[in-house]
């Protein structure tokens, strides 16, 4: 039985006091579950958020990481920086990263396995665009994203990973994926990754929706089979919206 994960891409939003009273609002509505709880706000206020989190079940994750230890590299954050920290997770390959900021599926694996080498467990976030999905490419772009995300990796290291299916279209826009649209990919995304690194690494590893998930939407989503979690951004700005969904 796979473990459920939600977590929460805070994305670029909370200044220190914002971050602070928003980690605090969650950890003191937090009841405790069965669910794997990631916060993920920006790389400013990781370590405050730690400090807020480090006496609970609640993990620390980042939204990016470079994929060089140290050196001359201007504005860039290492693995080591974020370990030094407190992270455990960190958010790789978002669409906005991909959008915005030229990510490709080859730095997607470079960060991947540098964040694995420094014991982090990446989220790989992938999904297609609406002109993609109107013509019938959704499989393509996701099967080309995860080949490329996962190029080199082995069985051993891809079950360490969590995936993120997260249709652009769907992201921020209040137009969340049907139970049936998502399920269909995120099967299709097991049986790729069953053809790539074997039954057991595919049926063990975290496969999370993303894309406009709120409470009222959370349930029936996380009701699918290959649905394991959720990867929220709007809905992780407020404690009460967030834990909603950790409770779904
Ligand atoms: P929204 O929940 O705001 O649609 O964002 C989803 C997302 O991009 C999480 O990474």
Request: proline share 3%; net charge negative; hydrophobic share 40%.
């Amino acid at each position: 039985m796979r473990k459920r994960i939600v977590a929460g891409n805070w994305k670029m939003n909370t200044n220190i006091e914002q971050a602070v009273k928003l980690a605090l609002d969650i950890k003191a509505q937090y009841k405790g579950s069965e669910v794997d709880v990631v916060l993920c706000p920006p790389f400013t206020n990781l370590y405050a958020v730690h400090r807020v989190i480090q006496d609970t079940t609640i993990k620390l994750g980042a939204q990016d990481l470079y994929w060089k230890d140290g050196g001359a590299y201007t504005g860039q954050i290492s693995a080591g920086m974020l370990t030094s920290v407190g992270c455990q997770f960190v958010i790789i390959g978002h669409s906005e990263r991909r959008q915005f900021f030229g990510e490709t599926d080859e730095s997607v694996n470079k960060k991947i396995k540098k964040a694995l080498d420094y014991h982090l467990t990446p989220i790989v976030c992938v999904g297609e665009w609406l002109e993609q999905r109107e013509a019938n490419e959704t499989e393509t772009v996701v099967a080309r994203q995860i080949r490329g995300a996962l190029a080199g990796l082995d069985a051993d290291d891809v079950a360490k990973l969590v995936i993120a299916y997260e249709p652009v279209w769907a992201i921020g826009t209040g137009k969340v994926a049907t139970p049936a649209q998502a399920q269909d990919v995120h099967r299709f995304i097991r049986t790729l990754l069953a053809e790539m690194s074997g039954e057991a690494t595919a049926d063990g590893i975290r496969i999370q929706y993303g894309g406009s998930m709120k409470p009222d939407n959370a349930a029936e989503l996380l009701a699918q089979p290959d649905i394991d979690g959720g990867l929220i951004g709007g809905a992780s700005l407020k404690a009460d919206s967030f834990l909603g969904i950790v409770n779904a």
